[in-house]
């Protein structure tokens, strides 16, 4: 079966422009998540899908992040300014209804801000 | 808040030694323990994972096991060979869908030739 997909897989920008990060889980995975991980760090949940419903994104830095799954199926996140502390892989993942403990990691984005 | 820590941040072994990582984590209400495999510029794998209602789990060369008591759970992995260097990472979640994972902070594992 095809596996997580994410694009762009690396992106450089500027501090204070604006990006965002693409994500299409695996065929019928009803959870999705949005991960970042920094340089020698364990991921960290930005923000849980459930559906088109957001579960949890108590550490999603709101001013600055936005993520939106609309249909239930692909995602987007993005973050507006970028700042350089954003420097890091954001990792999406997705999960079958009902085992949302199976999680599957796409590749990535590597995302740099100078 | 919850928290999952992770020992040591480093290690090497010879091949064909074995190797062991600890964590601990603060959720009591945490049931759920997978490892996570991460290979430079990869994305994490699940390796094993443990339930809180098991003590010990075995898949080969990979072993975890589960003290629920102290909070704590390791990764053992026996005759340790070069692919098996990697940086691993341990978690925990709670019963819920809707229940957060908690990564530790990640061991770099480097095997000697």
């Known amino acids: 079966e095809a596996g997580v997909a994410q694009s762009p897989r690396y992106k450089i920008i500027e501090k204070r422009q604006s990006v965002a990060f693409w994500c299409n889980p695996i065929?019928?995975?009803?959870?999705l998540y949005w991960y970042q991980q920094i340089l020698g760090q364990g991921p960290k949940l930005l923000i849980q899908?459930?559906?088109?419903?957001?579960?949890?994104d108590s550490q999603l830095p709101k001013d600055r992040f936005s993520a939106e799954r609309l249909k239930g199926v692909d995602s987007t996140l993005k973050i507006q300014p970028a700042k350089l502390e954003d420097s890091a892989v954001y990792l999406c993942?997705?999960?079958?209804?009902?085992?949302?403990?199976?999680?599957?990691f796409g590749p990535g984005t590597r995302l740099t801000v100078l | 808040g919850e928290n999952v820590e992770q020992h040591p941040s480093t290690l090497s072994v010879q091949e064909g030694d074995s190797a062991v990582i600890k964590c601990t984590y603060s959720?009591?209400?945490?049931?759920?323990f997978p490892w996570y495999k991460q290979e430079l510029g990869k994305r994490p794998q699940l390796i094993i994972d443990?339930?809180?209602?098991?003590g010990e789990k075995k898949d080969q060369r990979i072993a975890v096991t589960l003290n629920k008591t102290a909070k704590h759970f390791s990764l053992h992995i026996t005759e340790t060979q070069p692919e098996d260097s990697a940086v691993y990472f341990c978690?925990?979640?709670?019963?819920?869908?809707?229940?957060?994972?908690?990564f530790g902070s990640g061991t770099r594992l480097s095997i000697r030739p």
């Open positions: 959720d009591s209400a945490s049931n759920y």
């Open positions: 065929s019928g995975h009803a959870t």
């Open positions: 993942a997705s999960s079958p209804s009902g085992r949302a403990d199976e999680q599957f």
């Open positions: 443990i339930r809180s209602n098991v």
């Open positions: 978690a925990a979640r709670g019963y819920s869908s809707a229940s957060k994972i908690i």
């Open positions: 899908f459930q559906n088109n419903g957001v579960v949890d």
